[in-house]
């Protein structure tokens, strides 16, 4: 376990610091603090650590593994995801509370001159990225396989304050579009697991974009409306370029020390080149205890969780700090209507700030999501936090 690890380590050093690669980050792992790394017990296994994949069908198989058959039974796991939406709540308040002040100034052109509180109100959201995301995707998982495909948008939408007259912009955006695939194996009775997969992405950026109340005035819309167009026609020429397009590998070991206690590691982005540009190899180690007393396979199936983990290793791209790479948790899941209602509740703390979250199912067939973290704007923990909260429907069985 440790000298696969350390495989893992060497393999990853060498790219600290190129760019950060496309790292799928679902719910139920960010409700509990993103540490995943040796939970992996279902389809998130796929983007945390593929050799979970060889928990599928097994935790909770009284045949095939006695000694863990009191752990919630999951032989196959496929789910479809419409539409998440993460966005930073605080900021869009404060934008929204501005907005309803000055509603009339941005309708009306007297209006708009004869208010006076207008740019001091203006002043606290001066080129203030508010970052929003969207994300869609499907995972499929058994035991020992597993394939997914997801996209991950993000927009930082701003305002300038400028001298003369007030604008409105995008810091930039950001679109990952990523299909993946993964086996996994046991060896040593089922203690020892481990998993690789292949991954596909592709990257698109768009840098600033910028536009004034001049550029809205007909004699310079033209203009304006050529700028877009140019680089709409880029982003066009760009996805067209079949050497962008990103080939990593991802891999992962689990060790199952005893019925409660597994211990994890997994790299993901490994050897990628996207966008003609090396990747950081994502690097976690972790730990989880699932009390074996407190799980339930019966009708009222229940699972309990708690997890560690030492989280992207090998990152410095915010300034490596230690507190940053800490992530715990722990979840609470339990049927609550036998074979109609299920319920997730979880809470964490992931580089330094607190994570909570809900989750489950209704009839087997339609899930729910919603989770709440932090992510570091600054260099180090504590310094600019930057809160989201994401919403996520979907099916599958």
């Known amino acids: 376990m440790f000298a696969l690890s350390a495989m893992l380590a060497l393999g990853s050093a060498p790219c600290v610091m190129a760019a950060s690669g496309p790292i799928h980050r679902t719910l139920r792992p960010l409700a509990m603090g993103d540490a995943f790394t040796a939970v992996v017990d279902d389809k998130d296994a796929m983007h945390y650590n593929p050799a979970g994949l060889n928990l599928m069908g097994r935790l909770g198989n009284a045949s095939r593994r006695p000694m863990m058959a009191r752990y919630p039974l999951d032989k196959f796991d496929m789910h479809m995801d419409f539409l998440g939406t993460a966005l930073p709540v605080d900021e869009a308040l404060d934008i929204l509370r501005f907005w309803q002040n000055h509603q009339e100034s941005f309708s009306d052109a007297d209006a708009f001159k ?34 997914a495909y997801w996209a991950n948008a993000q927009i930082s939408p701003y305002v300038d304050v400028g001298v ?33 997969g292949y991954r596909m992405a592709k990257r698109e950026q768009v840098g600033t974009i910028q536009i ?66 090396m990747v950081t190899p994502r690097l976690s180690v972790g730990l989880a205890y699932s009390p074996l007393r ?22 410095s791209e915010r300034n490596w700090k230690p507190l940053n790479k800490i992530n715990m948790g722990g979840e609470w899941e339990q049927t609550l209507i036998p074979w109609v209602l299920k319920g997730r509740l979880s809470a964490g703390i992931k580089g330094g700030y607190p994570t909570a979250g809900l989750g489950g199912n209704l009839l087997t067939v339609f899930h729910y999501e919603f989770a709440t973290w932090a992510e570091e704007g600054g260099y180090y923990t504590g310094q600019r936090e930057e809160r989201y909260y994401m919403m996520k429907f979907g099916i599958g069985i």
């Open 294 to 315: 407190l799980q339930s396979n019966g009708r009222w199936k229940r699972k309990i969780n708690f997890a560690f983990d030492l989280a992207d290793l090998v990152n």
């Open 114 to 147: 004869n208010d006076t509180s207008l740019s001091n109100d203006l002043s606290p959201f001066d080129r203030r990225p508010v970052r929003t995301a969207l994300s869609n995707g499907g995972e499929l998982a058994m035991h020992n396989f597993g394939m």
């Open 164 to 196: 003369l007259l007030p604008q409105a912009g995008v810091e930039r955006i950001d679109v990952d579009v990523v299909g993946q695939i993964a086996g996994a194996y046991s060896y040593f009775d089922d203690r020892l697991a481990v998993g690789l």
């Open 212 to 277: 004034s109340l001049a550029d809205l005035q007909e004699d310079r819309r033209d203009e304006f409306n050529t700028s877009m167009q140019d680089t709409l026609d880029q982003k066009l020429r760009e996805i067209s370029d079949l050497g962008s397009i990103g080939h990593g590998i991802d891999a992962g070991v689990l060790w199952q020390q005893t019925s409660d206690l597994r211990l994890g590691a997994a790299v993901q982005n490994l050897f990628m080149v996207l966008n003609h540009e």
